[in-house]
C-alpha cells in the first residue's frame, strides 16, 4: 500500500506508485491503472457441539468446513469482459498495436466476444488462504473456521460478492442441518435454530469489505492526457539498450490489488496507480524473499516523477 504521489486540486492526478509497463506480444505497453478490483475477507466458520473423539458424529465441523470449501472451489466466480470494463478497453489498445499478438485473439479482441484467456484479470477471484479448527486429537472440534480472500471485479460489488456466496453454501448448511447468519442475516428462525446441528456464520473477517473504486476518466481527460505523454517522452529519451521497442502505447490498466486511494475517492475523481517500472525489472515477484528491483528500473522510475513533476508544474491541461 502506497501514499499519493501528489494531491493540489480537483484536477491534480493522485499517482499511488504501483503500476508500470511490459512487453506484450512485441509491443511495449505502460498500463496506469484507472481502476481497482475491492476486497472482501469472508470468514467461513462452522459451529458444532464438542464431546470426545472416540464417539464421533459422521462429519465433525471440520468435516463439514472441508464440504464448503470444496463447493466454494467448485463453483469459481464466471468471467466475464465486459464493454464497460477497464481490461477491455487495455485489450482494444493491445490488439491495435501487438505486431505479435495471436491473430485469433486479435479477432476476438475486435470482435469484442468474450475469451477466458482474456477475461480472467477481469472477474472476482477467491483463494482459501487460512484455515483452523480443533485443539488436540481426541476431542471434537467445537469450532472450524477458514478465510477466503476475494479480489471483486470492477464491475461487481462487495454486496453481490456475500449474496453469491450465501447462495452457494446455503444447500451445504441445510445438508448438515446447520444454522447460517450469512453477513448477519438468519436463514432459520428461532425454533429451527434451536433444533440445528450446529451453526454456520459467514462474516466480513476483518471488517474491511471494499467495493471496486471509481473508474478514473480517460476520454478527452487532461490529467489523463499529462500523464500518458509524460510516460511517452520518457520512454523517447531513455538510453536503455533492453527497451528497443519504436512504438510504446500507453493503455488503462486495472490493479488487482488495494492502495491507500480510497481515502481519495471523495476529493477527486482523477486518481492514477503508476510507478513506471518494468516488468523485468522486478525480482522474485511481490510479497516473497528477496523482493527487489533492478537499479537501473529505480533511476528510470526517479526519471519518470521528475519529468512528470515538471510537466504538472508547466502544463495547461489542470486548468
Known sequence: ?????????????????????????GATIATPAIAEKGKLDVRVQVSTPGGHSSVPPAHTSIGMLSRIITELEENPHPNALKRQGTY?????????????????????????????????????TQAVDIINGGVKSNALPEQAYAIVNHRIADYSSVTELEGRFARIVAPIARSFNLSLNAFENETLSTDEQASAAGRLSLTDAYGTGLN???????????????????????????KRSDLTHEKVSVAPGLSLGNTDTRHYWNLTEHIFRYGHLGAADRYNGAHTVNEAVKAEGLLEMIRFFSIFILNADETDLLA
Open 1 to 25: 500500500m502506497h501514499s499519493p504521489f501528489s494531491l493540489t486540486k480537483e484536477l491534480t492526478p493522485v499517482l499511488p506508485l504501483q503500476g508500470g509497463y511490459s512487453d506484450r506480444f
Open 88 to 124: 477491455y478497453h487495455q485489450m482494444q489498445c493491445l490488439a491495435e498495436n501487438a505486431p505479435s499478438l495471436p491473430s485469433i485473439l486479435k479477432g476476438l479482441i475486435k470482435a469484442s466476444q468474450p475469451s477466458r484467456t482474456l477475461s480472467r484479470p477481469t472477474g472476482t
Open 212 to 238: 471496486p473504486a471509481p473508474i478514473t476518466p480517460t476520454a478527452g481527460s487532461g490529467p489523463w492526457q499529462l500523464l500518458s505523454g509524460s510516460i511517452l517522452f520518457t520512454f523517447a529519451t531513455n
